[in-house]
């Protein structure tokens, strides 16, 4: 789904406030698919997802953080607008979390800036990623405070920028490969029709190639070349052709007839 701008854009959710099971968008398979359910006797305290056509430092879609007041379901898009962002790290290193709320509950039409978040939503969802690793071996999180809607819309930008780069990156190596894949393609066609060739012809008998010769050389003959027709030809070069086709009577006939002549036995 395309983002609409950098404070108006479309998530999807991968995790409902209320869960302890934590799912996450599979783009190989194209489905949801449970992660792991939360060791600690947490829940999220909000949707949990991600925008689609962005790229964070991690290498990974932006995290995104829906308030609404009821829990959606996992894959719902959900348009929001970027109204703050959780600075914040893990095992990964900077991962931040754009903050949202939805464009379709009135319940959060007043709410434009992250000091217009409830103090209270605040301190749950900075204790809820403080804390919700605590009981994962090699897994950790740290949060930095809150930044406000300018810096996540400069965030979504740049994300959508990255996203943006890696994207044409990849299109322009998809086509320099499919180039290079036909160009060895036609080397190899080109390979096979020469080593046919060669093939058919040295496995034919000696006269059969004999003969194919004198094929080659007759249409040569009939139909002569830029500079060499038959008329351009002396009449004793005529007479060696004429000779070569064992043409009666060729030694009383003029140039004109000779030529009729070799025409018509080739």
């Not at 320099?176 to 190899?188: G, H």
Request: hydrophobic letters at 35%.
């Amino acid at each position: 789904m395309t983002a609409v701008s950098p404070t108006t854009l479309t998530c999807i959710v991968e995790t409902p406030k209320g869960s302890r099971n934590k799912y996450e968008y599979d783009e190989s398979t194209t489905r949801m698919t449970l992660n792991r359910v939360l060791p600690s006797a947490l829940v999220f305290p909000v949707d949990y997802g991600f925008i689609p056509e962005t790229l964070s430092g991690d290498g990974d879609p932006l995290d995104v953080l829906v308030c609404e007041s009821e829990p959606t379901f996992p894959g719902c898009a959900v348009t929001v607008r970027a109204v703050a962002v959780l600075r914040m790290r893990d095992e990964h290193g900077v991962d931040e979390k754009i903050v949202g709320v939805p464009d379709a509950d009135t319940a959060w039409a007043d709410v434009t800036d992250v000091d217009d978040l409830p103090e209270h939503l605040r301190d749950e969802i900075t204790q809820f990623f403080s804390t919700y690793k605590e009981l994962e071996p090699d897994r950790y999180a740290m949060t930095h405070g809150w930044g406000d809607r300018a810096e996540a819309v400069t965030m979504v930008t740049a994300a959508r920028g990255r996203y943006s780069g890696e994207a044409r990156s990849k299109e322009a190596g998809t086509m320099a490969t499919k180039r290079q894949s036909e160009a060895a393609e036609r080397n190899i066609k080109k390979a096979q029709q020469a080593a046919k060739s060669e093939h058919t012809i040295s496995h034919l008998p000696e006269s059969t190639r004999r003969e194919l010769g004198k094929q080659g050389a007759r249409a040569a003959r009939r139909g002569g070349s830029a500079g060499h027709s038959l008329e351009d030809r002396s009449r004793q070069q005529l007479y060696e052709l004429a000779k070569e086709n064992d043409i009666r009577g060729r030694s009383t006939m003029g140039k004109a007839d000779l030529i009729k002549a070799i025409r018509k036995a080739a």
